[in-house]
């Protein structure tokens, strides 16, 4: 394996005069499904209908990474790579169903913990098993709620707190911030539930895009065609599987008199915990929407299309008004550093879990090594080492993470770890530190995705379906939106050749398991292909 050689302390403190006297605290801001394209610094289609300005800001004082991407797409499992710098069959977390992450083995955690830094964890954890090596943490239970949510502690005890969850874990990372000892460096993991599904914005912020379009995906309509046959198969289209009260906020007694078709209903579980207060708010805003809503379905006003149409729009207002309060947080956080006389010797990270669907190819949730949720956000802030503006195109994953944090701590990384440190990039944008990048996805079915395992290059992207047999290629550059597999194509013959090769080469050097290994129960007997 290519791996770059950790800094040590000395030639860490050459790169700049600012770092001669101390090694740089690390602030990881880290959200739960924020889709690039929810990132006004990334430019997508909704950058002007929903700026993210404070998220901006450290890609405008910093970089901004455009091929950061998870190496399997779902909540706990990226949290684990991220931890552990490894693949997902090396550090035991496949999925976020089964056994809880194995706090037995090394983390970067235990490394700057052991070597110095004052370590914690505010927020979303998602890994079953308490933290460890961690000075503080302070963690949603689960999935955790949006409003009124319950945290624990690590005296084990589980407390309530009024609020919007963003809002609290934003002021317990302050309130550590303020208690910690002033003179040792901190890694300090501030993370967000939001804006995970259900997608429930701050009630501040319920109404701020009302009045606003927000612009559709070419491919929110995809018919799946010239893909695999598994694809129509999926359960997270907004047409077929979104949920009326829990995605798309209309209560059971706001739908009286009128049968909606539903895939499944999982109630309105973030409407039930608020105060009679809160409902208030809530009711204010959603009920005269929705009662106008139901008028014109019940006289006939929306055919198909438009309730497709519909659904998106209200989804997107929900998402997107959602995210506005982890920006708000990220501001919060900035200025924290700035007014404490912390922002020179701080590197501050934004990233997420995973991309999301924001309606491309029909879709919300995650898993697909399709672009949209392959692809995590990643700016980065680090004055006197990061050129502001920078915008670097090197292959990145969350496995790299790790080694970084030590690199930037002038430690050296542990020859288990599968990742890269990206030290080279963040000195020098035009860097490259790999040729293509690995991906697994272990879940049994959830949402009706099928595991899969791919490689990507700068160019082109090769996955697998082994339970159908089925290889997909989608040339990168001539349809970015990847949709149309041209596997078969003869005029590909050469670069489906390359990409098997390289397929064959990571899946060795990252001594990656068999497919049956984690197979479906129904698919263990199979021959290994």
């Not at 710098?85 to 090394?106: E, I, M, P, V």
């Not at 929110?220 to 598994?230: G, H, I, N, P, V």
């Not at 105060?275 to 809530?282: D, H, I, K």
């Not at 659904?311 to 997107?316: A, D, F, L, P, T």
Request: hydrophobic share 35%.
């Amino acid at each position: 394996m290519r791996r770059i050689l950790s800094l040590s302390i000395l030639a860490l403190a050459s790169l700049t005069p600012a770092f001669a006297a101390e090694r740089p605290n690390i602030l990881f801001i880290f959200s739960d499904d924020h889709a690039l394209n929810a990132i006004s610094a990334y430019g997508g289609r909704l950058a002007e209908v929903a700026p993210t300005p404070s998220i901006d800001r450290i890609a405008n004082e910093g970089a901004l990474f455009r091929n950061s991407f998870c190496a399997n797409s779902i909540c706990g499992p990226s949290r684990a790579c991220i931890l552990t710098g490894k693949h997902s069959h090396k550090n035991g977390f496949l999925r976020n169903t089964g056994a809880g992450f194995d706090q037995s083995q090394w983390t970067v955690a235990k490394s700057l913990h052991g070597g110095g830094y004052q370590t914690a964890v505010i927020g979303k954890w998602h890994l079953k098993t308490d933290p460890v090596a961690f000075d503080y943490w302070d963690i949603l239970p689960g999935q955790g709620s949006y409003y009124n949510p319950v945290f624990i502690s690590m005296d084990g005890k589980q407390q309530r707190f009024e609020g919007y969850a963003t809002d609290i874990t934003t002021d317990k990372a302050i309130r550590w911030l303020d208690d910690r000892e002033a003179d040792k460096p901190f890694f300090l993991m501030c993370q967000h539930k939001a804006p995970h599904r259900t997608f429930a914005p701050a009630l501040r912020h319920l109404g701020t895009l009302d009045g606003v379009t927000i612009p559709e995906p070419d491919n929110l309509f995809d018919d799946y065609a010239t893909r695999s046959r598994t694809l129509p198969n999926n359960e997270m289209e907004i047409d077929r599987h979104m949920t009326w009260a829990y995605d798309l906020k209309l209560r059971k007694e706001e739908m009286q008199g009128v049968t909606l078709p539903e895939f499944r209903s999982y109630g309105t579980p973030e409407y039930n915990r608020m105060t009679e207060e809160q409902q208030a708010t809530w009711d204010a805003h959603f009920a005269p929407k929705n009662k106008a809503f139901i008028d014109d379905y019940k006289a006939g006003k929306i055919d198909h299309r438009e309730l497709v149409r519909w659904k998106y729009q209200r989804y997107m207002q929900n998402y997107l008004e959602t995210v506005k309060a982890v920006d708000e947080s990220v501001g919060r956080l900035l200025r924290y550093l700035d007014d404490h006389q912390l922002a020179d010797n701080t590197v501050v990270i934004y990233s997420s879990d995973q991309g999301f669907y924001l309606g491309e190819h029909g879709w919300f949730d995650k898993r697909w090594m399709f672009e949209e949720s392959f692809t995590m956000p990643f700016v980065i802030r680090w004055p006197g080492v990061v050129q502001p503006g920078s915008k670097p195109t090197a292959l990145i994953q969350n496995i790299d993470y790790a080694p970084t944090f030590l690199d930037m701590a002038g430690m050296e990384t542990p020859d288990e770890v599968q990742g890269t440190s990206i030290m080279p990039v963040l000195k020098d944008s035009d860097q490259q530190i790999r040729d293509s990048v690995y991906y697994a996805y272990y879940e049994l079915g959830e949402h009706a995705v099928p595991q899969h395992f791919g490689v990507r290059t700068h160019t082109h992207k090769l996955f697998y379906l082994p339970w159908t047999d089925e290889w997909q290629l989608f040339d990168l550059v001539k349809d970015p939106a990847e949709m149309r597999n041209v596997y078969s194509d003869e005029g590909y013959a050469e670069v489906r050749k390359q990409l098997h090769q390289t397929y064959d080469q990571l899946r060795s050097m990252y001594d990656a398991p068999s497919y049956e290994a984690y197979a479906p129960p129904q698919y263990r007997d199979k021959t290994s292909r």
